[in-house]
């Protein structure tokens, strides 16, 4: 290479290099800022999280602190007083407070609690069918046994979250109305079903056993 050859690329190099620090100059101010975006965005993420955990872990607290209480009346009184920090966490608290106005001889005033929940638009499913499957099976409620079974047989729709737990109490209704063949057959269903808890199985072979059945009878 001549000399004249390596002064060209020695200018040509240094003109690269202006060049390059010019754009830096100008433009160099947009990287700062995606860095500084990027930066302040895992930050607030981050604090959006713990304070988030930090509301949980408050709301938790203060309901392990009210059930604490000897008396239900004092129970129900001290989770009256808690606000939950989400709407699925008001609707856990007050399922809890209808239990314990339960206990306390409030019966309807925990199956209007319930109901409210139930039909709470604003909540995901899961929780209103929890709270409607609870309202349906408190000792108070003044539907027939018709409504109930109505009631029921949707929750036991294929893919439901509480299918089966409907399905046992449609047996039990079955049992009211005298029907103890269905009743046999339903329970018998349910302890072939493959999603079927513990405990359920064991209710069911118990109540067949107490009607005269045999388990795996179809």
């Given at each position: ?38 930066v ?6 981050e ?14 607290d ?46 309807a ?28 099976t ?16 949707a ?64």
């Amino acid at each position: 290479m001549s000399d004249t050859d390596s002064f060209i690329d020695e200018v040509t190099e240094e003109v690269r290099r202006d060049k390059l620090f010019g754009y830096m100059r100008r433009y160099g101010w947009i990287a700062v800022l995606a860095v500084l975006l990027l930066v302040g965005g895992t930050a607030y993420r981050e604090y959006s999280r713990a304070t988030e955990a930090a509301r949980a872990q408050a709301f938790g607290d203060a309901i392990l602190a009210a059930l604490e209480n000897d008396e239900a009346a004092d129970r129900v009184s001290a989770l009256e007083q808690i606000t939950a920090p989400t709407e699925e966490g008001a609707a856990v608290l007050d399922m809890l407070t209808a239990a314990e106005q339960g206990i306390d001889g409030n019966g309807a005033a925990a199956s209007e609690r319930l109901n409210a929940t139930a039909t709470n638009g604003e909540l995901p499913e899961i929780y209103r069918q929890i709270a409607s499957f609870k309202a349906l099976t408190r000792p108070e409620t003044t539907l027939a046994a018709e409504e109930r079974r109505v009631a029921f047989e949707a929750m036991a729709s294929p893919g439901g979250p509480l299918r089966l737990l409907a399905e046992e109490q449609l047996a039990l209704l079955d049992i009211e109305a005298g029907n103890t063949d269905a009743a046999l057959t339903r329970l018998n269903a349910l302890l072939a079903d493959s999603e079927l808890t513990a405990g359920l199985r064991r209710r069911a072979s118990q109540l067949i056993v107490a009607l005269g059945g045999e388990i795996g009878a179809s």
